[in-house]
């Protein structure tokens, strides 16, 4: 007989609240705070480092859903490894991911269409510590209703061999798909505005990032950036701030940015 598998979160109470009441609270000020221009994202990129960082860059993203809440039954995330080194990308074992917030249940059906695919590799090893995923879910579990969720640690790969997964889970209206994303690290305010805002030209002109400065989500990112043509998705760039504007020092700051991918109007 089968058990149950669930991941614990690893960063709650630490990266954001571990309370559920309170985490709950967060993100309901983030995202009642945040901008929402009328766009119907079928990708975003968002970031994710501790809420009190970029929690708020992040609801400018996220709060574009709401109006998708029944719509959106699969969410799809890359997100970029840390802390476990992975050869390609890595799916759980797991049924579910847990956060204070609740159980998101994975989508095994489209999990094991993918894991034969030779850049794909089964390993609860990454997913067990990694943040860059776990801190999405408690957003994505305030603006979604029922859905499921196929995660994958992004190791070494190429951005080809991560749009090639994309294609294969993207779906149609009923599936989103979340790059999870910082931007440079630990440069001077200024310096960091200006790399980050080369960054951000780059996505939005859909031009490969070309290393990890840029981005520690350059490869999922890339993914994105090779597949969005093919469906004629536009980016549109919601927000772009780092640590010094949001909660900490401006000798050294993390950036952030908020992106999502809409189909063009003619398309």
Not at 109 to 135: F, G, K, N, R, W
Not at 145 to 167: I, K, N, Q, T, Y
């Amino acid at each position: 007989m089968h058990t149950r598998q669930v991941r614990p979160p690893a960063v709650a109470g630490m990266f954001y609240p571990g309370n559920a009441k309170e985490l709950a609270s967060d993100i309901d000020a983030m995202l009642a705070a945040a901008r929402t221009p009328s766009l119907r994202p079928k990708a975003l990129i968002v970031p994710h480092a501790g809420y009190v960082y970029s929690g708020p860059v992040a609801a400018h993203a996220y709060a574009l859903l709401k109006p998708l809440r029944d719509a959106i039954r699969r969410v799809v995330l890359f997100g970029p490894a840390h802390r476990v080194y992975v050869r390609g990308l890595a799916v759980p074992t797991s049924d579910a991911f847990a956060t204070p917030l609740g159980e998101i249940p994975l989508d095994k059906q489209a999990i094991a269409t993918v894991a034969d695919m030779p850049q794909v590799e089964t390993d609860d090893i990454p997913h067990a510590p990694e943040h860059s995923l776990e801190v999405q879910l408690p957003f994505l579990q305030t603006v979604l209703g029922d859905f499921r969720l196929v995660p994958f640690c992004v190791g070494e790969a190429s951005g080809a061999a991560v749009a090639e997964v994309m294609e294969a889970l993207w779906g149609g209206d009923e599936t989103l798909i979340v790059v999870s994303s910082d931007l440079s690290h630990y440069h001077p305010y200024a310096a960091a505005q200006r790399l980050d805002r080369q960054t951000a030209d780059d996505v939005l002109n859909l031009s490969t990032l070309g290393d990890f400065e840029q981005a520690c989500g350059a490869l999922p990112i890339n993914g994105l950036i090779e597949a969005a043509p093919r469906h004629r998705l536009s980016p549109h760039l919601l927000d772009l701030r780092n640590s010094g504007d949001t909660a900490g020092d401006k000798s050294r700051v993390v950036g952030y940015a908020a992106f999502a991918f809409t189909e063009n109007a003619d398309g």
